[in-house]
């Protein structure tokens, strides 16, 4: 496909990254402390940590891990944590080790995290204490070795270190009791870390600097083998995207998206580390009182989330008084964005709701709106420089442009394949082209649009409905707050739309709502039932989940 979106780069924009330019991830994060030893790196409940705290921290826990763990390049280390300053210090202590992070959503059950372990064959765990109790349930049966405890307060001072571990544990009651022979605690790796010497090691692009754990474009979970160099060319793309608008070492990034989550970590975290900003790091943002809270009398001028996430933050009264007056980009990913939270986005904080598209497999950015657009448009972008995309029919053959296929993906950002998942690849690869598994089609300027993920699709009676479509209508309703979309098989083996709605205000019932989906979609995509829910399923990271709505939907028949 002609590279029709050039012409629309905003200037300043290269058509083309070096991913090259940094050796590994260890030499951006050391060239970062260096350049901005002296300003804040991060913020987490209201402490800061320098650049040069954060490298001198990181350079402790990687000689811990390398002489009295004797963990060797290569080896998997993961970390189960939300979003903590022990987060930032153990990851790149651990690339500075030549470690292969393996990310792990705090919130699993044993069951999950026990296959995530033993398929990566996790030796070492960082975990709060919050879930120590998961990890006790499957020591036994897990490749795992080594566990290290941090609690909520460590790398806070000492009064108030104190303090929030007690809160956490006796007020709240967050800490389940555990048993884990040989227990190491985080404090501890940092304080023995400091007395040993660190060996420096040797890094080759190819290493693999993640093992990311995906639903992916097809199946169950599967590791995805990112390297250092996918990770560098994807942070490359993204920094010479926002460049003609950021500043580099004056900028201020919320984060409020978990870290273990690839959106978070390649956006935020890496992107924003070469950026020299200063991350607050947000632990709860389901709490949305206390999120505004830590925004207070901060001028940030960065910040990224899913839909759902703006959406509860617009909903929320104290939110407009914030102080959006530095605020120059609003990244929204992981999830569509829908036209009416992204126009009162706009409205209240005076910034456009930019929307993104990436996933896993492709570390994870393939597109991004420019930055000089002004106002919501409906579509995922242009694809990032040194990115090549395709639109493919059934049959895997070019569709022309403005007709819609299967997205497909090239470029130095996608991943090397999954973890010993060899039929999977095979599945997702044609050539050295990723399909990505979603619906989408092209315009003539170089926008890409998402119609919708292909296993989502509904066929209603030979007529394909996407829930994206049926979603949007839903939420344009003054009374609807959410609205999820999916299809379940019926009696006669026919798919039917089924839609689960949350309202922000008013009363409304189901025929008045199918009455006015009437008005606004064909027949067909007009949901057989909806339910109401008081708040719809969300996965870790904000996102309805689709996956438990077909759940309840069955359950409803």
């Known amino acids: 496909m002609e590279k029709i979106w050039l012409s629309n780069y905003q200037d300043g924009v290269p058509h083309d990254v070096d991913p090259d330019h940094y050796e590994s991830l260890d030499d951006l994060f050391n060239r970062s402390c260096k350049r901005f030893a002296d300003k804040i790196a991060y913020v987490n409940f209201g402490t800061e940590i320098t650049y040069k705290e954060l490298h001198k921290r990181s350079l402790d826990f990687a000689a811990y891990l390398q002489n009295e763990l004797n963990l060797k390049k290569g080896d998997k280390f993961a970390i189960m944590l939300p979003n903590l300053l022990q ?100 404090m501890e790796t940092l304080s023995k870390g400091s007395c040993y010497k660190f060996i420096e090691i040797k890094f080759k692009n190819s290493d693999i600097a993640f093992l990311q754990y995906t639903g992916g474009t ?33 900028e201020i990034i919320v984060t409020p998206l978990p870290l273990y989550h690839i959106f978070s970590l390649t956006a935020n975290c890496l992107t924003f580390l070469h950026m020299g900003a200063k991350n607050i790091l947000i632990t709860n943002p389901k709490d949305i009182d206390k999120f505004i809270k830590e925004l207070k009398g901060i001028k940030f001028s960065v910040i990224s989330g899913v839909n759902t996430l703006f959406n509860a933050l617009l909903s929320n009264r104290k939110f407009k008084t914030l102080d959006f007056s530095e605020l120059k980009l609003t990244l929204g990913g992981g ?58 029919d059934q049959a895997g053959d070019e569709v022309a442009t403005g007709k819609e296929g299967e997205l497909w993906i090239k470029g130095p950002q996608v991943m090397d394949g999954y973890w010993n998942k060899e039929e999977e690849n095979n599945k997702v690869f044609s050539g050295s082209w990723l399909k990505t598994g979603d619906v989408a089609y092209i315009n003539e300027e170089g926008y890409i649009y998402i119609v919708d993920r292909i296993k989502d699709m509904v066929l209603v009676s030979g007529f394909n409905v996407y829930p994206n479509e049926v979603e949007e209508a839903l ?17 006669d083996g026919n798919e039917r739309v089924i839609a689960f709605v949350s309202l922000s205000s008013g009363s409304i019932n189901e025929g008045q709502l199918r009455n006015y989906c009437r008005k606004n979609l064909a ?24 996956k438990d709505l077909k759940e309840l939907a069955r359950n409803k028949k």
């Open 87 to 186: 987060y930032t210090v153990a990851l790149f202590g651990a690339i500075k080790a030549g470690l292969t992070v393996v990310n792990i959503n705090p919130l699993y059950t044993p069951r999950e995290l026990l296959y995530q372990v033993n398929d990566a064959c996790v030796e070492t765990i960082l975990v709060l204490e919050n879930f120590a109790k998961t990890v006790q349930k499957i020591m036994e049966v897990s490749s795992l070795q080594n566990v290290i405890i941090t609690r909520l307060g460590d790398l806070h001072s000492k009064p108030k270190r104190f303090l929030m571990n007690f809160i956490n544990k006796y007020i709240k009651k967050n800490v389940e009791s555990y048993k884990i022979s040989n227990r190491l605690g985080f």
């Open 218 to 250: 097809t199946g169950v979970a599967k590791g995805a083998i990112l390297s250092h160099r996918n990770l560098l060319a994807n942070l490359a793309q993204g920094a010479a995207w926002i460049k003609p608008t950021l500043a580099r070492g004056k």
């Open 335 to 392: 999830m569509s964005v829908q036209k009416s939270i992204a126009e009162r986005w706009q409205k209240i904080t005076k910034c456009p709701l930019l929307e993104a598209y990436g996933l896993t497999e492709a570390s994870p950015a393939v597109s991004i709106n420019p930055v000089y657009l002004k106002r919501y448009n409906g579509s995922i972008g242009f694809p990032l420089p040194s990115t090549e995309i395709t639109i493919r």
């Open 475 to 491: 939420v344009s309703h003054e009374y609807v707050n959410e609205a999820g979309v999916v299809g379940v098989l019926g009696d």
């Open 523 to 546: 027949r067909y995509k007009v949901p057989k039932k909806i339910f109401f829910l008081k708040e719809l399923p969300k996965t870790s990271v904000g996102k309805i989940s689709r």
